[in-house]
């Protein structure tokens, strides 16, 4: 399986913007590439899905029209590119891959099986 880094995240005030990147190296990414969050003792929440060949956008609720998730197949990347962050939307960042998921399980983490090591985002008020 690829493997997956991650890169972009950081400090900023919120209002502000980052653009998170997710590379795949090794192999391609497979059916689906995600963006899940996780804070401090929580369970990991579902961000944003895209479906690899085909660019089918899925979003977690509380991201809807903040967030978009992208993909440059030339580059073997996916990214985040995140808009008016709140300071609630501080969390570590993890990028996840699957090649056999199918589009019901894509906002589980359990459904996927290749991660990347996250990065952190944190928003100040």
């Known amino acids: 399986q690829a493997q997956l880094v991650e890169s972009g995240g950081g400090l900023v005030q919120a209002g502000g913007s980052l653009r998170l990147s997710c590379a795949a190296s090794?192999?391609?990414?497979?059916?689906?590439v995600a963006w899940f969050r996780q804070v401090e003792d929580k369970e990991r929440e579902f961000v944003a899905a895209?479906?690899?060949?085909?660019?089918?956008?899925y979003y977690g609720d509380s991201v809807k029209g903040r967030f978009t998730i992208s993909r440059d197949k030339t580059l073997n990347t996916v990214y985040l590119q995140m808009n008016s962050l709140k300071s609630e939307d501080t969390a570590v960042y993890y990028c996840?891959?699957?090649?056999?998921?199918?589009?019901?399980?894509?906002?589980?983490?359990?459904?996927?099986?290749?991660w990347g090591q996250g990065t952190q985002v944190t928003v100040s008020s």
């Open positions: 090794g192999r391609t990414f497979g059916r689906y």
């Open positions: 895209i479906n690899w060949s085909g660019g089918h956008t």
């Open positions: 996840a891959a699957s090649s056999s998921i199918i589009l019901s399980s894509i906002r589980f983490s359990t459904a996927y099986a290749n």
